[in-house]
Nanobody
Framework: QVQLVESGGGLVQAGGSLKLSCVASGRSISTYAISWFRQAPGKEREFLGS??????IYADFVKGRFTISRDNARNTLALQMNSLKPEDTARYYC?????????????????WGQGTQVTVSS
């Protein structure tokens, strides 16, 4: 079993930055595909990006603003978010997939964190 815990969310003004962290415990996630998703009220959970053995990929709408990094030695994943917009307001989740590459559909992931809230004010 893998437990994921996100942190780093909060309230930020438009144009600002936040860095989210996801700490994994239970086993090493060095070989896992790890992804970030977000979910705004009334909307479906949407894919932001993923990092794994094939490298790192991003959803088009976050390219150039969001950066995913991982530290396998510390079993952690980070999401650096710059130039934040009010429409980025959502709960942000990390997810882990033990096999294959990280995809865009939520059902393919084995483990999820509880999420961390990001609110961007205009």
């Amino acid at each position: 079993q893998v437990q994921l815990v996100e942190s780093g969310g909060g309230l930020v003004q438009a144009g600002g930055s936040l860095k989210l962290s996801c700490v994994a415990s239970g086993r090493s996630i060095s070989t896992y595909a790890i992804s970030w998703f977000r979910q705004a009220p009334g909307k479906e959970r949407e894919f932001l990006g993923s990092t794994g053995w094939i490298g790192t990929i991003y959803a088009d709408f976050v390219k150039g603003r969001f950066t995913i990094s991982r530290d396998n030695a510390r079993n952690t994943l980070a999401l650096q978010m710059n130039s934040l917009k009010p429409e980025d307001t959502a709960r942000y989740y990390c997810a882990a997939k033990s096999t294959g590459v990280g995809g865009t559909t939520t059902s393919e992931y084995d483990y999820w964190g509880q999420g961390t809230q990001v609110t961007v004010s205009s």
